[in-house]
């Protein structure tokens, strides 16, 4: 079998069981975005879970808001978003397609020269001199640069004129800034302190691809530390800490990641560093930890008219607090954790696909096989029991073999057989997915083995 895990096998392999589908599937789809199936959504909502524990209920002074995604225009006049979130666009005259410029960059120049530092100028003369062809129709043929900003327009009530044009939002940060002042009144907070946020984004990416890697939908995880801005470097190295070993308790092999200092920073930020991942695609960003200095409640304070000044309650001092901010998409880690799971195995008479999930994010935890229809009743008692504890499944349709595979190439990691025995001992064999190992257990032991495994 050839092991190599490629995004073609990753897709097929989630379509296949239910994690991923392609979106509006009976419409032919919509590009570049996706549903998730019944064990995708199990697995985003305990990835998300999995994040919120680490990153509010057990992080010191930490609070959570779920921010409306249709915000006052003025935020992101304010952020910048409207003058300035925007990409190098090109479009091939050929062939009618449209281009990242520094994209094209980064594909023919293999790390040589960092587009990032470069001026539209400077890139298209790369381009021009390097002859970089349109990778769809191998013509040389582009327009010039032009700067396309990524904000998705929606207009509210019936007139779509300017006065009523608003956005959904870009990031979720902006729900986190805006509501500085009401989370520290109401929580009576003191600085350092820190809001997070789960929810949607939306960009209108010009080159979105690679399945869920980048998609016009999407949802992020943000936590952004308000400190006074002698404690924003340590705060900065913290957060960088803390994101690396939320992967590494996830399961994640340290040698698939690694730290990318940005080769460019924003003209406002301190210092801005992605943790990288080793996808299918080649090193690609998977959250960033940016020192944003106190320039996004400064901005607020400027376009708002609300002060955002924070008095001190020991030293009376006033001051803007800084933001150390750390983001990483939830889909996006979604997908890294489906490539770090994802595993091909050559056994002695037989081969497996196994989801080498960690349990807690695991969609299912636990799956209840009878070994022979006739042992329905009692199986079924122990799968009503258990499910009141766990996301569990039932199966008794096909080999047992069959049916351990099924359960493999979704992640769960115990199966529990019912046999004959088990109407007299009250016991059954519990199986580990990873080590395949089996022993006996008596059913009243079953929730409390099985809810220590899952701690995070
Ligand atoms: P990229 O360089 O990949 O475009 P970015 O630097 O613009 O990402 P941020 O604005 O810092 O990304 O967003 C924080 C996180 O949100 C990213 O690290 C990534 O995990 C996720 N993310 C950003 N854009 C997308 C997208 N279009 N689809 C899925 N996830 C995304």
Known sequence: MDNKLTMEKLVSHCKATGFVYPGSDIYDGLANTWDYGPIGVELKNNIKRAWWKRFVQENENSYGVDAAILMNPGVWEASGHVASFSDPKMDCKTCKTRHRADNLIEAHAKGAVTPDTMTNEEMEAYIAEHHI?????????????????????TSRGTIGDDQSKIYLRPETAQGEFVNFL???????????????????????EITPGNFIFRTIEFEQMEHQQFCKADQSESYYNTYKQKAWQFLLDLGFNQSHLKFKDHDKLAHYAAAACDINYLFPIGWSELNGVHNRTNYDLSRHQEYSGKSMLYTDPITNEKFIPSVVEYSIGCDRLLLATLCEAYEEQQLENDTRIVMHFAPAIAPYKVAVLPLQKNLSEKAKDVYNNLRKHFMCTYDEAGSIGKRYRRQDQIGTPYC?????????????????????????????????????????
């Open 182 to 204: 009401n989370v520290q009144r109401t929580t009576r907070a003191k600085v350092p302190f820190g809001i997070a946020q789960i929810g949607k984004a939306f960009r209108n």
């Open 416 to 456: 529990i057989t019912i046999d004959f025995d088990s109407l007299d001992d009250d016991s059954v064999t519990i199986r580990d997915r990873d080590s395949m190992e089996q022993h006996r257990i008596k059913i009243t032991d079953l929730k409390n083995y099985i809810a220590e495994k899952l701690e995070f």
């Open 133 to 153: 062809c349109c990778p769809r129709c191998g013509n040389f043929n582009w327009t010039p640069i032009r700067q396309f900003n990524l904000m998705f327009e």
